[in-house]
């Protein structure tokens, strides 16, 4: 799989059979690269509704052959605005397509539609890849201990974390979190977007250092890619 960071917490992923999955599809964030590839995405996932996640979903997503997957709340907003193939779902269940599973996980965070209307729970996302690889992205979160049990369960070698703090775990709450996921590898993300967001990869490195198991940390900077066989 080819996993590429388009800033703030949007990924690409294209998947062992080449399907192009989005998550968080805010391209037009303030760290995102020239070149980013508008689609058509076969799948866009959406962790939750706040502005910089559900971001330019609407756009991305005129065509029917984008399957959006995301919480029920989400994907009723979504087709009200003429989104044609939404697909909503809830925390703890799976949907299976073309080899590839997306199971909804939770997260510890708030969600509200553009319009301030309630967006369902925040979510995070497990992917399985048809090859088996897994990739967690754990959308805006505090820390939580239950994340030790998508770490039992799901196993995922990749695990995108939120480390700039104040609205989402800072350096030393992701550097917890990766003793209850244990990734393999681990990817900061949400962080140094706004001057808000203060958390540094070298506050998280410093605090993992002192933690019990260490993941490898890839730090992709805006439009860098991570490659995983
Ligand atoms: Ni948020
Ligand atoms: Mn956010």
Redesign the pocket.
Known sequence: MELTFYGH?CFKIVSPNGKKILIDPWVSNPQAPKNVDLGPYDYILITHA?G??LGDAIKLARTSVTQVIAIHEIQQYLLSKGVPNAIGMNIGGSYRSNGLTFTMVMALHSSSLPDGSYGGEPCGFVITLENGLRVYHAG?TGLFYDMKLIGELYQPEVALLPIGDH??MGPREAAKACQLVKPKFVIPM?YQTFPILTGTVEEFKAFLSEENYQPEVIVLRPGESFILK
């Open positions: 917490s706040h910089d996640h805006d609205y989402v949400h």
